[in-house]
């Protein structure tokens, strides 16, 4: 069964760092597509950074720069490296997974099968 488990969301300064992570079991991360996520209040889930089984990566205009996605295969663990954090960077953010090893479209929701309970971000101006 797969499962994708979250952490290390907080509340920062606009301006600081945070550093997610998200845990899988049932399966490898590397031999899965996956991706990170958010969601801010009253607005649709958005992706913002992707990365698969060859360590191609794409990422979302308004994070390019400040955000670094990466994987541990031996700790089979996703991170999400968020620098120089924004107030409109506030929302949940979640990992998603795809069994496949491309996508069409690597930061469309639909995309993927499985996703985390999310973990929150909040900065503050």
């Known amino acids: 069964q797969v499962q994708l488990v979250e952490s290390g969301g907080g509340s920062v300064q606009a301006g600081g760092s945070l550093r997610l992570s998200c845990a899988a079991y049932?399966?490898?991360?590397?031999?899965?597509?996956m991706g990170w996520f958010r969601q801010a209040p009253g607005k649709e889930r958005e992706g913002v950074a992707s990365?698969?089984?060859?360590?191609?990566?794409r990422y979302a205009d308004s994070v390019k720069g400040r955000f670094t996605i990466s994987k541990d295969d031996a700790k089979n663990t996703l991170y999400l490296q968020m620098n120089s954090l924004k107030p409109e960077d506030t929302a949940m953010y979640y990992c998603g997974a795809s069994p496949r090893l491309r996508v069409q479209y690597p930061l469309q929701v639909w995309e993927y099968n499985y996703w985390g309970q999310g973990t929150q971000v909040t900065v503050s101006s």
């Open positions: 990365i698969d089984s060859d360590g191609i990566i």
């Open positions: 049932g399966y490898s991360v590397s031999t899965y597509f």
